[in-house]
């Protein structure tokens, strides 16, 4: 017996949901409205752009070369000759925060790269009919994720040695069961799917049903599965370059750049701050385009 | 309901029982020998040999893993050699610093989500969106960094609290709110999102015809009820606040299980690494099977199946 619905009064009464207008159908011209993009969007598209060309060509943005400082121009605060100051060597830290966009970009998508590699091979595989299959590569993700991902890293990393193909690598495996389970519920909504059902029934065998039909929608997927956690990974990649496992100085990482900071806070707050301000910016830009991403293709996933 | 416990709680088995098999499969999949891994960046004559007897290096490969288990399962998690000290000991001796500072952060993150929760979901437009602003900003920005936000306002500044250090209730003010933030920020969002599905609840309905104020709905009955998907977030609270841990006691140089497990890490005191993430996954691991237990014990839908 289903549940007889309850709504409110409230709720009922504006018959602008298109629930409420099922049966109301007329023969009236449906103007499909595109609903313009929200202002959040378009800045942050326009943002990550930027990061792209800062990573890319980053002394189109400044002249100071981030490595080499005017030992006589140490810890120079915020004006019109350095942007953001200088640190105690006397490098600009605009410059440095410039370059560094390079070492995160490349870090964070390598991270989400080995994860998302390693997750889609495992979510395929479990997303089957297969239940024995299913279950134990799930309680792998199980085994995974019991694992604090910043601890799980710092182990990889003792193994492995410091370094930024290595931190890389280690947030990439701390990252499977978060790619893997996504690509495993992407699968079973594919596999599930009508047109799937419907080719199995027009005679194609599984192999070509995977191939064909199921495969490339789970792929379509992965570039927004992909924007939707690189904020994150590049979150705890600066997190454990600030721990040191990471690039070590003086490369200007913005983790690297924080820990150095922390020597000269009680007097001087810029090279404390401006790093701290791009990893937080660029974490926000990429959660936010691929929320919307998600949103917007949620409907045509399957 | 009885099944529903029990298989959890088999599972939980199943997954403690394979994170340990994990890393006995890691130690011998690495390139290298094991007394070479294990010894860390140490070298002095005899060392080699004796890591080998301890481990019983000598002996067949499933009877080093069934060792492996059982001395794991009677809590003997071998010797720090970098530190020459038994790697339980090296442990025990820094987890209450630890675990004061993830508890208080713990309570506070939970306290701020319910808080913001509870006085904006359903709201005005408005105040949603400063809410939903507020909550981006703090999941997105690093713990480290907030930490030394906060170190240069209140200590360096305004010198109300210390630089770091871990002597009384002073020290752990600043770590704690640091160490809270961005977890309220990700727990307020799903919290919102809970209370907001409760609100369009028939029995909402009912209880606001019955002339209950709007505050009292909301504490008494709305909160309740959200809590219950909430607390499926716990096991990852816990491990977020394990994680976070380390790097806030590196940023307010605070003693603790983080900087213990730092310093093992940039001197490769592999076993030291091992037993914190080991315990740190099985902490997590009970946690999290405790709270699905809770869940089940406290919500009537679930214990009529």
């Known amino acids: 017996m289903t549940a007889p619905s309850h709504r409110s009064f409230e709720q009922a009464v504006p018959l602008d949901r298109p629930e ?9 011209p449906v103007i499909a409205v595109q609903r313009r993009p929200p202002l959040a969007f378009i ?7 930027l990061l792209i060309a800062a990573a890319a060509v980053p002394w189109l943005f400044t002249h100071f070369d981030p490595l080499v400082g005017d030992f006589t121009e140490g810890l120079k605060p915020p004006g019109w000759a350095h942007l953001f100051g200088t640190d105690r060597l006397g490098r600009d830290v605009f410059a440095r925060t410039i370059y560094g966009t390079r070492y995160s970009l490349l870090i964070g998508f390598g ?5 998302l590699g390693l997750g889609v091979i495992l979510g395929i595989i479990a997303g089957q009919r297969n239940r024995i299959l299913d279950e134990c590569v799930s309680r792998l993700f199980d085994m995974l994720s019991s694992f604090p991902g910043v601890l799980l890293a710092m182990l990889i990393v003792t193994f492995l040695g410091q370094g930024m193909l290595n931190i890389a690598i280690a947030v990439g495996i701390a990252g499977i069961p978060k790619f893997g389970r996504v690509v495993r519920a992407q699968t079973q909504l594919v596999r599930d799917a009508d047109y799937v059902t419907q080719a199995t029934v027009y005679g194609l065998s599984q192999w070509q049903v995977f191939l064909r039909h199921v495969l490339p929608n789970v792929l379509v997927a992965i570039p927004i599965i992909a924007t939707v956690y690189i904020g994150s990974t590049i979150l705890i990649v600066s997190g454990l370059s600030f721990l040191g496992l990471g690039p070590q100085p003086p490369t200007p990482e913005w983790g690297v750049m924080l820990a150095e900071s922390r020597d000269v806070l009680r007097v001087a707050w810029w090279p404390g701050v401006f790093p701290g301000l791009a990893i937080t910016a660029t974490v926000i830009a990429f959660s936010v385009v691929g929320n919307f991403l998600q949103k917007k293709f949620e409907g045509r996933m399957a | 309901m009885w099944s529903r416990i029990i298989s959890r709680l088999f599972t939980s088995l199943v997954v403690a029982w394979a994170s340990v098999t994990a890393t006995f499969v890691a130690l011998h999949a690495l390139p290298g020998r094991i007394q070479d891994i294990l010894a860390g960046d140490l070298e002095y004559p005899g060392l080699r040999e004796a890591i080998a007897a301890e481990w019983g290096l000598n002996r067949t490969l499933p009877e080093q893993y069934l060792d492996f288990l059982f001395r794991i399962f009677r809590g003997d998690f071998g010797t720090s050699y970098v530190l020459r000290q038994p790697v339980i000991e090296v442990v025990g001796s820094q987890l209450l610093p630890t675990v004061e500072l993830a508890l208080t952060a713990g309570v506070l993150a939970v306290v701020i989500a319910g808080g913001i929760a509870l006085l904006t979901a359903g709201r005005s437009n408005f105040s949603r969106e400063v809410a939903s602003v507020l909550e981006l900003v703090f999941a997105s920005t690093p713990v480290f960094w907030l930490g030394i936000l906060l170190l240069m306002a209140f200590s360096f500044n305004l010198r109300w609290f210390p630089v770091s250090g871990a ?3 002073k020290s752990i003010v600043l770590p704690s709110i640091t160490l809270a933030l961005p977890t309220a920020g990700l727990l307020t969002q799903v919290l919102r999102e809970a209370m907001e599905k409760t609100l369009d609840q028939p029995f909402v309905t009912t209880v606001r015809a019955r002339g209950v104020g709007e505050f009292i709905i909301r504490w008494r ?4 009820h959200a809590l219950l998907p909430a607390v499926t977030l716990g096991g990852w609270l816990i491990g977020g ?8 006691e590196k940023v307010f140089g605070r003693p603790g299980l983080g900087t213990v497990t730092l310093g093992a890490v940039l001197t490769h005191d592999v076993p030291v690494v091992l037993t914190v993430v080991l315990l740190a996954a099985f902490i997590h691991v009970a946690a999290s099977t405790l709270l699905d237990i809770l869940y ?9 199946q």
């Open chain 1, 43 to 49: 800045v942050s598209v326009a943002f990550v752009v």
């Open chain 2, 167 to 169: 002597e009384g209730w």
């Open chain 2, 296 to 304: 089940v014990l406290i919500d009537p839908r679930l214990r009529a």
């Open chain 2, 221 to 224: 009955h709305v909160l309740r």
């Open chain 2, 241 to 248: 606040l394990l994680g976070g841990a380390v790097i806030t």
């Open chain 1, 20 to 28: 409420d207008l099922a049966g109301f159908e007329t023969s009236l």
């Open chain 1, 111 to 115: 991270g989400v790269a080995v994860g």
